[in-house]
């Protein structure tokens, strides 16, 4: 038993741990290909011309302010790896998803180290997380919604160590730069934003008010520039032009919302039930520590509901929402595992191991089959680089949530003038794309009818 415990808090084997989950995530983001918003952002919307600088990705940005929304930090990111090679993104992204984990790891747990804690957490992240191959492996995607989460959650940290352990930051400069980059955070993401000042505005009004710590003005700056961030960001011209919500737009966001909850419904099971545990149990000495689940929970509540505001509500949009309630059940769980629960809670975990294998089995295998069909058809494209003809081909048919296309428009079906065909087709150098819904057809015979080979 002894034997057991040791390797639980072992340090080196969650090393080993977050690196296979690092290489896991780099195979299956090698295996999604670029599609939709991906060969947009690849142009200019200033000129129309391909990024080739940093200064055009700049002038960019500003017409992008007018044109489409105020993400001008988000999608500056997003036309910067567009431009690199794919598999520098791959590399980078794979990390970001490590650094997810690893940030859910690292805040919920209580000094030791804990494997059974880390793979509870990525099983609740792969099983969860609506939209999986949109938010992790779709490049668009992924710098706006991963990237998103894991910069909030590395500006809540700060906050979360200052209410636990008293832990403020000390030097000038990382004062200066902790001010700049909660305006950063603040126009990064929507609700995202909102998250981390409800969740930051809290904290550091229990540092306050329940700890009687001093006030540390940084702190309250830092809160002011996140607002102010997210006040550049909704404020652009381009949100502007897309028009006013009408009521119905609201009744549907409703709608979403509530979806939203429905396929959370296990992790906020999951927090109630570890609430109980930990309430029941006397863990009274840790009261802080269920304070802050409590806070991240209220996070991941405002982060939902304040999407009935928005013009759409895509499923991508509710990463922040899992993220924060699961790092919620994660706080508590790692409290649980100290009570006579224990043997409860290693069964209920070794149930989501199992239901997650199964689930990641069937997922990959979809990855893949989505890869085969999308990179056939790029092979096709490039056969016919520098033609003028208009190309038909197959549009993809995604089985699960973890391919990067399922919930996208792949193609357009009746117009090759219509998004996101004019762009693929000015990528790959062609008169036009069309796609072909044809499910009861294998790809390699319509590949035939259409280009006879």
Same mark, same amino acid.
């Not at 006030?215 to 809160?223: K, N, Q, S, T």
């Not at 269920?290 to 509540?301: E, K, N, Q």
């Not at 499923?315 to 790092?327: D, Y």
């Given at each position: 038993?002894?034997?057991?415990s040791s390797l ?5 084997l969650?090393?080993?741990v977050l690196?296979s989950?690092c290489v896991?995530? =780099? ?10 918003d991906d060969?947009?952002?690849k ?11 940093l200064?055009?990705?700049a002038?960019?940005?500003a017409? +992008?302010a007018?044109?489409?929304?105020g993400r001008l #930090?988000a999608h ?8 690199l090679p794919k598999v520098i993104f791959n ?5 970001m998803?490590v650094?997810?984990?690893?940030l859910?790891y ?6 030791s180290?804990s494997?059974?804690?880390?793979i509870?957490?990525?099983?609740m992240?792969w099983?969860?997380?609506?939209? #999986?191959?949109q938010v992790f492996?779709w ?7 991963l ?5 909030s959650?590395? =500006?809540?940290? *700060?906050y979360i160590k200052a209410?636990l352990y008293d ?5 000038t400069?990382l004062?200066i730069?902790?001010?700049c980059y909660?305006?950063f955070? @603040?126009g990064y993401l929507?609700?995202? %934003?909102v ?6 505005v809290?904290?550091l009004s229990?540092c306050?008010f329940?700890?009687k +710590?001093?006030? +540390?003005?940084?702190?309250?700056l830092a809160?002011?520039?996140?607002i ?7 404020t652009r011209p @381009? ?15 409703l709608?979403?919302?509530l979806?939203i909850c429905k396929?959370?419904?296990v992790?906020?099971l ?8 930990v309430m029941?149990? $006397?863990l009274?000495?840790?009261g802080d520590r269920?304070?802050v689940?409590?806070?991240l929970f209220? @996070?991941?509540?405002s982060?939902?509901f304040v999407?009935i505001?928005? /013009? ?7 990463l922040?929402v899992?993220v924060l309630l699961?790092?919620?059940t994660?706080?508590?769980l790692?409290?649980a595992?100290?009570t006579g629960?224990? %043997?409860?809670i290693?069964c209920a975990?070794?149930?989501?191991? *199992?239901v997650?294998s ?10 893949? /089959? ?5 990179n056939k058809?790029?092979?096709i494209?490039t ?6 003809e ?5 549009v993809? +048919? ?5 391919s990067?296309?399922? $919930?996208l428009v792949y193609?357009?079906?009746n117009n090759?003038?219509e998004?996101p065909? *004019?762009f *693929? ?5 062609i $008169?036009?794309?069309i796609g072909v819904?044809?499910?009861?057809r294998e790809?390699e015979?319509l590949y035939?009818?259409v280009?006879g080979q």
């Amino acid at each position: 038993m002894k034997n057991l415990s040791s390797l639980n808090r072992s340090k080196a084997l969650s090393g080993w741990v977050l690196l296979s989950f690092c290489v896991l995530m =780099f195979i299956l983001n090698s295996f999604t290909l670029y599609c939709c918003d991906d060969f947009e952002y690849k142009y200019s919307f200033a000129t129309g011309e391909k990024i080739s600088s940093l200064k055009d990705i700049a002038i960019s940005m500003a017409a +992008h302010a007018y044109t489409m929304n105020g993400r001008l #930090f988000a999608h500056g990111l997003v036309q910067i790896f567009d431009a690199l090679p794919k598999v520098i993104f791959n590399t980078i992204n794979s990390a970001m998803f490590v650094l997810l984990i690893f940030l859910i790891y690292n805040i919920s747990k209580n000094n030791s180290s804990s494997i059974i804690l880390l793979i509870y957490i990525f099983c609740m992240i792969w099983m969860f997380t609506p939209a #999986f191959g949109q938010v992790f492996l779709w490049l668009d995607g992924s710098i706006n919604y991963l990237w998103g989460a894991v910069f909030s959650l590395l =500006f809540l940290l *700060v906050y979360i160590k200052a209410f636990l352990y008293d832990k403020y930051i000390k030097e000038t400069v990382l004062k200066i730069l902790f001010i700049c980059y909660a305006f950063f955070v @603040g126009g990064y993401l929507e609700n995202s %934003a909102v998250a981390t000042i409800v969740c930051s505005v809290l904290l550091l009004s229990l540092c306050v008010f329940y700890k009687k +710590h001093k006030i +540390h003005l940084e702190y309250c700056l830092a809160i002011v520039m996140l607002i102010a961030g997210m006040l550049f960001m909704i404020t652009r011209p @381009g949100e502007a032009y897309k028009g006013a919500a009408s009521i119905d737009r609201y009744y549907l966001n409703l709608e979403y919302i509530l979806n939203i909850c429905k396929q959370l419904f296990v992790p906020f099971l999951s927090y109630v039930c570890l609430n109980i545990i930990v309430m029941f149990s $006397g863990l009274k000495e840790n009261g802080d520590r269920a304070l802050v689940a409590f806070i991240l929970f209220i @996070g991941s509540v405002s982060a939902n509901f304040v999407m009935i505001f928005s /013009r759409v509500y895509p499923e991508r949009c509710a990463l922040i929402v899992a993220v924060l309630l699961i790092l919620s059940t994660a706080y508590l769980l790692d409290e649980a595992l100290r009570t006579g629960y224990k %043997a409860l809670i290693l069964c209920a975990v070794s149930s989501l191991v *199992v239901v997650c294998s199964y689930t990641g089995i069937y997922g990959c295998k979809d990855i893949l /089959r989505t890869y085969e069909i999308m990179n056939k058809n790029e092979i096709i494209l490039t056969e016919v680089r520098g033609t003028e003809e208009t190309v038909m081909i197959p549009v993809v +048919h995604p089985e699960t949530k973890y391919s990067a296309t399922d $919930g996208l428009v792949y193609l357009n079906e009746n117009n090759a003038s219509e998004w996101p065909n *004019v762009f *693929v087709a000015k990528y790959f150098e062609i $008169g036009g794309v069309i796609g072909v819904n044809d499910p009861d057809r294998e790809a390699e015979i319509l590949y035939e009818k259409v280009f006879g080979q």
